[in-house]
């Protein structure tokens, strides 16, 4: 997300948080149709209604379904010109809107059967559509199941390939069956339930496969006295089969995973070069405005390459770098140039060999979706108007084009600044993948992140996997989305996106304390099983960034909140992230006080948040399991505010048990085997029970976390 007018902001963090769709086109009407196997159509149309007290000039629909693009959907006034429609066909399940007045008053539906505010503190209205069979009530012991729920596909993350194990995945309404078994090579293998909502759970089992030979399959649904066999058709039919010589798994950079992340903010990180500086450059503790700047530069980031290895960092994500008239930068003028006010190219790439050499990867931020409105294409629009070679690269609806308000082009969210590129013209989208080719030439490149990449046509996307995967197929793929990002984690798009439902649990269950124990390790299971494994274990699990007030903020200053989440974040599934300060405990609330300048002043050996994020860095570091483990909750109490979950890889198990409570509290944990942890914290030794009980006594808000080979620099 960019810097932004404030009466906006509020309103595009909740567009973040519910989830952006395609400018209006649900993305996933956008999927193979080819490939999904369902019963029944997944879309209904419902009819909007909003009736206003009084008479006004535009009402516009906006929600989810539609990236809450207030262009996206005008509602139309009936003849007594108060009540206004819009009738959408959309998908089943939940959805979040607003209606907004006269192109200005967001309000949510007066007459909505329900009202949710999420995390970011938005309220928006809520919309459940079912399907017509889901009427009567689900029962495991009726012999009917909902057809309209049933849903394979022959592709990640419904059937998914890792480590040598084959997983497959069936979609059911919740509580409408008793049983469903996976039927393969004359085998009858039980399914787990990983995953639950109001409108779906999904059933996963695996199956034994070399990968050499076709493997037929079909899923088998007990219902009360009836078993009934889902296939290839639906039910009843013929069963699926994976071609072995076609079949490609889903393949993430294997590095990600032993990754810890440092994310950060280029102006504000340090400035180191004087000479570069802008006109109006300020000091650097002064407060952080939408459109001032600090300086910060490649000469700052340079001056602390030996604070980021002595961090035990070892992969950088750098926000955009290239040259532009905003201090965030993305709004880009020219793609290829890194912004002087920053460095040289020359500089930049030096640096980035640099921290190569100190086996730290550069992540690089590109904004595919929209460009400054002085890049080259189009201020020739604007010079030329309908003369112009570029047209085609923009969405331009008249002559002449002008930064106005509103604009007469799309634009992000109808910002001026930033005009929307078309990049289904051939010219625009080779353009802007070129850019992947140069950028790997100048420096080593080992990811990109997608700027908004929900909001743009995944038929580009698909074309970037593909030429991003033939220059290294190593290099990582992270795309922004605010919500369940699925649709583009299929294998055919992105590797990775920015976990924010991990950032919301955290900040719900620890900072706000909103969340139970049991309700925070099931959304974090929740989250991990929308995935196939490899694409939760380089998830970037994050707790702040630009786009987010910093936790310690949120935690209202509470530094054994803020470090009890650090822990989740170091050891739960997924690549952990930092955001510039937050291992020395800056605060700063919603953007832009969250972009506040590096308080240097902190970063001192006797701060004890720093040497808290160090030493887990250090034990994440060290530990395989915690790296790379397939997660298990073991244990959740309400009462205690405790809870404790597992990572295991092969032989190796990583325990973590922590207190939320302001209580002393012992936690026991059933094992199945006798064995020995160190709290790789505190150093101290835990042996599981002759009644196979583990037994740690926590402080509180305090945690453990158990490893089975005690990490050197654990407390004696």
């Known amino acids: 997300m960019k810097t932004i007018t404030a009466p906006i902001q509020n309103f595009l963090l909740a567009a973040r948080f519910c989830g952006l769709g395609l400018l209006g086109v649900s993305p996933m009407l956008l999927a193979s149709p080819a490939r999904a196997q369902s019963t029944t159509p997944q879309t209904v149309r419902h009819t909007f209604v909003y009736v206003a007290d009084k008479p006004l000039k535009s009402v516009a629909l906006t929600g989810t379904f539609n990236g809450w693009n207030m262009g996206a959907n005008p509602m139309k006034a009936d003849a007594d010109g108060l009540t206004w429609r819009l009738t959408l066909p959309l998908e089943f399940g939940l959805h979040q809107y607003k209606f907004v007045l006269d192109g200005s008053n967001w309000i949510t539906d007066p007459k909505a059967a329900r009202n949710e505010t999420d995390a970011g503190g938005n309220t928006n209205s809520i919309l459940f559509l079912a399907p017509p069979d889901y009427a009567r009530p689900a029962s495991p012991n009726d012999g009917q199941i ?148 600090f300086g910060g530069d490649v000469a700052g980031i340079r001056q602390h390459l030996p604070y980021l290895k002595d961090l035990g960092i070892s992969g950088v994500y750098f926000n955009p770098i290239f040259k532009s008239p905003s201090n965030h930068r993305y709004d880009a003028t020219d793609f290829k140039q890194i912004d002087p006010e920053f460095g040289t190219n020359a500089e930049f790439a030096a640096l980035t060999r640099d921290l190569q050499k100190a086996g730290i990867r550069t992540v690089l931020d590109f904004v595919f979706n929209h460009t400054a409105t002085d890049f080259g294409p189009f201020a020739d629009i604007r010079k030329k108007g309908a003369a112009s070679r570029y047209n085609d690269w923009f969405f331009i609806k008249s002559y002449p084009v002008k930064v106005a308000d509103p604009p007469n082009y799309v634009a992000w969210f109808n910002y001026p600044s930033m005009p929307k590129l078309n990049l289904m013209n051939p010219e625009t ?251 790789a914290l505190s150093g101290k030794a835990f042996q599981v029970g002759s009644d196979a009980k583990l037994r740690v006594q926590l402080a509180p808000l305090s945690p453990a976390i158990l490893l089975q080979n005690a990490i050197p620099g654990a407390r004696k």
Do not use: C
Not at 193 to 217: H, M
Not at 229 to 240: E, I, T, V
Not at 431 to 450: C, T
Not at 587 to 607: I, L
């Open 146 to 293: 909902a057809s309209s729920a049933l849903r394979h596909e022959m592709r990640a993350p419904y059937l998914n390939f890792d480590r040598g194990r084959l997983s497959l995945s069936l979609r059911v309404r919740p509580r409408d069956v008793q049983e469903v078994r996976l039927r393969s090579a004359g085998q009858r293998l039980p399914m787990k339930l990983v995953s639950q909502n109001e409108l779906y759970a999904t059933y996963r089992g695996e199956v034994e496969w070399n990968g050499r030979q076709n493997l037929s399959y079909s899923f088998e649904l007990k219902d009360g006295n009836r078993v009934r066999d889902f296939g290839k058709k639906g039910l009843g039919s013929a069963p699926f089969q994976i071609v072995a010589k076609d079949f490609k798994p889903f393949v993430v950079p294997d590095w990600v995973e032993r990754t810890v992340f440092y994310q950060i903010f280029p102006d504000r990180f340090e400035n180191g070069d004087k000479t570069n500086d802008p006109k109006e450059v300020q000091a650097w503790d002064a407060k952080p405005e939408w459109f001032n700047r």
């Open 429 to 679: 989208g080779d353009y802007m993948l070129d850019l992947v080719n140069f950028w790997k030439k100048e420096v080593p490149l080992a990811g990109l992140r997608l700027d908004v990449a929900d909001e743009v046509d995944v038929r580009f996307w698909r074309r970037l996997r593909q030429r991003t995967k033939s220059l290294d197929p190593q290099m990582w793929i992270v795309g922004e989305r605010w919500s369940d990002a699925s649709q583009w984690l299929q294998g055919d798009q992105w590797d990775s996106a920015m976990n924010y439902p991990f950032l919301f649990a955290n900040v719900e269950f620890f900072a706000e304390g909103k969340t139970s124990a049991t309700g925070f390790t099931n959304r974090l299971m929740e989250v991990y099983n929308l995935y196939p494994p490899q694409v939760s274990r380089n998830m970037l699990n994050l707790l702040s960034s630009h786009d987010r007030p910093r936790f310690l903020t949120v935690a209202k200053n509470n530094a054994r909140l803020h470090q009890l989440a650090a822990v989740t974040q170091f050891t739960w599934v997924g690549a952990p992230s930092i955001y510039y300060g937050e291992e020395i405990g800056m605060e700063g609330g919603a953007d832009p006080d969250n972009r506040r300048g590096m308080a240097w002043g902190k970063a001192t050996p006797d701060n004890p948040m720093l040497r808290f994020y160090k030493r887990l860095i250090q034990i994440r570091n060290g530990s395989r399991a915690l790296q790379s483990g397939d997660p298990a909750i073991l244990l959740a109490d309400d009462a205690k505010k405790t809870f404790a979950y597992s990572r295991t890889l092969g032989q190796e198990m990583a325990v973590v048990a922590i207190n939320r409570s302001d209580a002393p509290q012992t936690v026991e944990i059933a094992m199945p085997r006798s064995q020995r942890f160190v709290d």
